[in-house]
Every structure is written in structure tokens, then in C-alpha cells.
């Protein structure tokens, strides 16, 4: 089977590069490594038409970045562009135009319009949930609430929506009946794909849609740690 790392960023700073925040320096350099050596990225979306291993590349990947920050506007989507690279960007849409009240809220998170700015050939959009909340301390009948103001919003911005969800915190209902339940909403909602943490390499075709594993690239990661993440998952002496 074809192998399929899936990376996962969140803010960008100038300069400061630790935890969920890595610097405009350290992305660069990590993605003119995945250009330099001949890296494919992908859409989620891309993915259906691809069902056959034998299909995707050698050198596959696929960069997402959570939270929509203007910093993802402003420095990564300068850099996607410079190298050639795509990239899906996962929404919280309560949070549009403003902070990310969620969490530090100090951050501005992009408006409709800068994100209808983005050329779709390089970003596809997601769901991050409405609210950032996590999945395990919702009811069955609040993540389906939680689906409707998702696409009430983006039918009322217009804005081109993939049906792709990566879980707020990673987390979702791992335990039955809550998991089998919780999946079968996302299918009621026609989700594609969601996304988990795991941070392990996900193997093409992806046989759990809804488990999908993304890589924690952080801050302080340096290059050789980000091949060694991009090659193996997250190894167990890091």
C-alpha cells in the first residue's frame, strides 16, 4: 500500500517558533524541502479519484493548517505559492473575522473575504466545527446543530466548503455506541473525510475515512526531526 503523511501546522509568527506556532523561517525551509525533493501535494478532495495505491506518487503528501489565522494569509500562503505547494485550510467558523476566543484570544482569524480570496487550486477549505468545540462533550443532537450553522454559514458567505472535518483538539468519540453514532452523523452530513492527531503515516486507500492521522509539526521542530516526522510519524524518542 501507498503511504500518505498528512502534516498539521496552526499559527505563523515572523520570528517566534515554539508549540502550535512556527516561524515564517522554519515553514519555508520545510517546504522548500518537500519542493526540492520532488514532494506531490494533494487535495483532500483530490483523493476520491484516486482509489488504487498504485495511483498516488511515491512522494506524497498533504499540508493542512488549522484555525484559518490571518498568519496563514499573510506567510503561508505566500510560501505555498512560491513552492508550488497545496494546502487545506480547516475553518472554525464561529470565529470568522475575529479572535481565536477558543484559545488565546489575541489572534485574528481570517474574514469572509480574505478567505474567498484564496485560489482554490492552491487551498481547499474544511470544517474545524463551528465553535472549536470538542466532539466528546457533545450530544448526538448538538454535533448535528454544530453541522447546521456550519453550512447555514456557508451557504450565507458563499463560500466553496470541502466536505472535510478536522476534529478540534484531535478529539472525537473513540468508544461505542458514542463512535458508531457519531460516525454515522458525519455520514448523514456527507463528510468525506475526518481528521484525528494519531501521528503515525496514514496508508492509501484510506480505509478508516474518518480516522484519518495528521503529523504534529511543531515550532521547535528542526529539519532533521521534520524528515524524520515526514519519513516515520511521530517516533516515540522525540
Request: aromatic share 12%.
Given at each position: ?23 515564517e523561517k522554519n515553514l519555508e525551509t520545510q517546504f522548500k524541502y518537500l519542493s ?81 480570496s484564496l485560489d482554490s487550486r492552491i487551498v481547499e477549505l474544511g470544517l474545524h ?106 517516533l516515540k524518542l522525540f
Amino acid at each position: 500500500m501507498a503511504r500518505l503523511p498528512i502534516l498539521m501546522y496552526h499559527n505563523i509568527a515572523q520570528s517566534e517558533s515554539v508549540g502550535l506556532t512556527i516561524s515564517e523561517k522554519n515553514l519555508e525551509t520545510q517546504f522548500k524541502y518537500l519542493s526540492e525533493n520532488n514532494y506531490q501535494t494533494y487535495h483532500f478532495s483530490e483523493l476520491e479519484g484516486l482509489k488504487q495505491s498504485s495511483s498516488l506518487p511515491k512522494k506524497s503528501v498533504i499540508i493542512t493548517f488549522d484555525d484559518v489565522y490571518v498568519s496563514q494569509l499573510k506567510l503561508a500562503y505566500p510560501l505555498l505559492k512560491k513552492y508550488n505547494l497545496k494546502a487545506s485550510f480547516f475553518i472554525p467558523f464561529a470565529y470568522v473575522g475575529g479572535l481565536d476566543d477558543w484559545n488565546t484570544a489575541k489572534e485574528p482569524i481570517m474574514s469572509v473575504n480574505q478567505l474567498q480570496s484564496l485560489d482554490s487550486r492552491i487551498v481547499e477549505l474544511g470544517l474545524h466545527s463551528f465553535a472549536h468545540k470538542n466532539y466528546t462533550k457533545l450530544t448526538p443532537n448538538e454535533v448535528q446543530e454544530d453541522f447546521n450553522l456550519c453550512m447555514d454559514f456557508v451557504h450565507k458567505n458563499q463560500l466553496n466548503v470541502q466536505n472535510i472535518l478536522a476534529y478540534p483538539y484531535g478529539k472525537y468519540p473513540k468508544k461505542n455506541p458514542g463512535k458508531t453514532l457519531f460516525f454515522k452523523i458525519l455520514k448523514a452530513n456527507h463528510m468525506a473525510f475526518a481528521l484525528r492527531i494519531g501521528n503515525r503515516i496514514n496508508k492509501f486507500p484510506l480505509k478508516r475515512p474518518y480516522e484519518v492521522q495528521r503529523i504534529d509539526i511543531k515550532g521547535e521542530d528542526s529539519i532533521l526531526k521534520f524528515k524524520l516526522k515526514l519519513r516515520f510519524g511521530k517516533l516515540k524518542l522525540f
